[in-house]
């Protein structure tokens, strides 16, 4: 534990909470002095029992002792769980706590206004979350308190509200040092809470934003755009939101944001499974067309002032991406032949631009009928993948997951054939796939889905920034992730 709070202490933590409860019991007055004088940074002390979620299972009265002798140490704070006995509390400053693994309570607020009405110096709660949403009444607690607060919704549902803490003055926030060393479900690391998400940086002003999906916890679009508020000198933090499927979850988080002007949230990624629930809450009639086309936003922009806006840059980042590399006006695809492999969300974006830009385009899927829906929509064509023998296009558009990271050695065609002059694989891990490499042993040219994903992020960063997106730094991040395997 000594050894850790150097640790701690190094890595730029303000104070460490030493867990006790971790510790053999009775704990020595020897060991407490080894562990808490002359510490190297500020000390809470905790004693956590099995009731409150800690690992102490022993006799009562031995854990409050032992806590009354560690504040003998004057660490800067002692955790106390709310059903302490006022008598039986130790000296010194208190952080009076309740902690919840089953759920949001549903006395919240009579939990709160009795921490409140105590004489700690400090509250605490601690709640499981399900939705974001419910880490946004952890901030509601943060800014209702009049004392010193810590409220933190625990699990990955609830992780927004371990990020912003400090922009709405929380007392603090818990980081673990390393991966595997949490002491909550869903708490980061320091060096993610530090330079991921810019924990220093962050202050009233700060502008939120963050992606939806589920999963969400592979993202890279936190380091993206965190990396390009601080390339752009933007006061902005980004975090992710795992939301369950469905449209009652998604519609529960937005109205909980909406509801909350305060929270200074000006934007939001959408990923898979929320992109139709994101058209469907944003409406139509808020979107660009053609993402009403299309079916589907990944986009929202949130005004100053609650309104909404949708866009889908999907459809434009992959054109722009098969455009530059080609040397062309997105007008020049008119007339121009194009294979889609795949039926999927991306390829319905796709295909869409591809129609609006009138390009011949033939739909190639596994699913004959789920092809020619698509197709059906946008007035092109669509056959089995057994055809795939006879292609005949200009262009080649893989949006199929064959020769997605791990099975790189996989590529949806056996050879390209003599009419094909551009291959564009929406696969972005890895950055040259199989088939990349089969167009370039070919002589073709070759489009990677990073270029696609990378604009995708730069179109979101200027439509809810209106300055000028760091691309390359954007770009490198993404480079340097894949690189890590992450």
Avoid at 225 to 248: C, K, Q, S, W
Wanted: charged share 20%.
């Amino acid at each position: 534990m000594r050894a850790d709070m150097a640790r701690a202490a190094e890595l730029g933590a303000d104070m460490v909470e030493c867990r006790l409860d971790y510790l053999p019991h009775p704990v020595s007055q020897a060991d407490l002095r080894k562990l808490l004088a002359n510490p190297p940074l500020d000390v809470i002390v905790t004693d956590r029992p099995r009731r409150e979620g800690g690992r102490y299972d022993g006799d009562e009265p031995q854990r409050l002792a032992t806590l009354r002798e560690a504040a003998e140490f004057a660490p800067s704070a002692i955790d106390v769980e709310i059903d302490t006995p006022r008598d039986e509390w130790p000296d010194g400053a208190v952080i009076l706590s309740h902690h919840d693994f089953a759920g949001l309570p549903a006395d919240l607020d009579a939990i709160v206004t009795r921490l409140e009405a105590s004489d700690a110096a400090v509250n605490k709660v601690a709640f499981a979350a399900e939705n974001p949403a419910d880490a946004l009444r952890a901030l509601d607690v943060v800014r209702a308190c009049r004392k010193p607060t810590i409220a933190l919704a625990m699990g990955e549902a609830g992780i927004a509200s371990r990020i912003l803490a400090g922009k709405f003055g929380a007392y603090g926030t818990f980081a673990s040092l390393h991966p595997g060393a949490q002491s909550a479900p869903g708490q980061p690391t320091i060096a993610e809470l530090k330079d991921l998400y810019r924990w220093d940086s962050i202050g009233p002003a700060t502008k939120v934003f963050g992606v939806i999906g589920c999963p969400v916890a592979h993202s890279m679009s936190p380091a993206i755009h965190n990396a390009a508020f601080t390339a752009a000198r933007v006061d902005g933090v980004y975090v992710p939101l795992r939301i369950e499927p469905g449209e009652a979850n998604f519609d529960r988080f937005m109205d909980a944001v909406l509801a909350r002007d305060w929270l200074g949230w000006r934007g939001l990624s959408v990923t898979i499974p929320h992109k139709e629930n994101a058209l469907a809450y944003v409406g139509a009639d808020n979107c660009d067309p053609l993402a009403g086309r299309i079916g589907a936003i990944n986009t929202i922009t949130i005004g100053p002032d609650g309104t909404l806006r949708g866009d889908n840059t999907d459809y434009a980042a992959a054109i722009d991406a098969l455009c530059n590399a080609m040397g062309i006006a997105r007008e020049a695809l008119a007339g121009r032949s194009v294979a889609v492999l795949g039926a999927g969300g991306a390829a319905r974006a796709i295909v869409a631009a591809l129609a609006h830009y009138g390009a011949e385009t033939t739909i190639f899927n596994r699913t004959v009928k789920r092809g020619e829906r698509l197709a059906g929509q946008f007035g092109c064509r669509a056959v089995g993948l057994g055809e795939l023998a006879r292609l005949d296009a200009e262009i080649v558009i893989n949006c199929t997951p064959i020769g997605m990271h791990p099975k790189v050695d996989a590529s949806p065609l056996a050879a390209i054939g003599p009419s094909t002059k551009v291959v564009f694989d929406t696969i972005y891990n890895p950055i040259e796939t199989k088939l990349l490499r089969q167009a370039r042993d070919a002589g073709l040219i070759g489009v990677s889905g990073l270029e696609m994903f990378v604009n995708q992020a730069v179109a979101q960063f200027e439509m809810w920034n209106s300055v000028p997106a760091p691309r390359e730094t954007m770009r490198e991040v993404v480079l340097a992730r894949l690189s890590e395997g992450r």
